[in-house]
């Protein structure tokens, strides 16, 4: 069992920045696939960045060249840095580890873009 847990979210202004982070559990944490998701209330929950073990990323064409996501293996995390946030972005953010065909969620964050 892969303990997820997302922290960093919150309210900011149109055009601010914000950076999430996405902690797991577990020593073999170079081994997992990590991805940011996002939901609105209605809406399907989608996918905003992955990055895999590699280090290869991927980015929904709505946030490329915005957000940007890293991992460092050593403190068994991830981070989303969303810059130039729009209110589109207001969602609660999920952290996804993909790991041997299972998925791990966490609680999800809060991000709300707003004047």
């Known amino acids: 069992q892969v303990q997820v847990v997302e922290s960093g979210g919150g309210l900011v202004q149109p055009g601010g920045s914000l950076r999430l982070s996405c902690q797991a559990s577990g020593r073999i944490f170079s081994m997992y696939h990590i991805a940011w998701y996002r939901q609105t209330p209605g809406k399907e929950r989608e996918l905003v960045a992955r990055?895999?073990?590699?280090?290869?990323?991927n980015y929904a064409d709505s946030v490329r060249g915005r957000f940007t996501i890293s991992r460092d293996d050593r403190k068994n995390t991830v981070y989303l840095q969303m810059n130039t946030l729009k209110p589109e972005d207001t969602a609660v953010y999920y952290c996804?580890?993909?790991?041997?065909?299972?998925?791990?969620w966490g609680q999800g964050t809060q991000v709300t873009v707003s004047s």
């Open positions: 996804n580890v993909r790991f041997r065909d299972y998925d791990y």
């Open positions: 990055i895999v073990t590699t280090g290869t990323r």
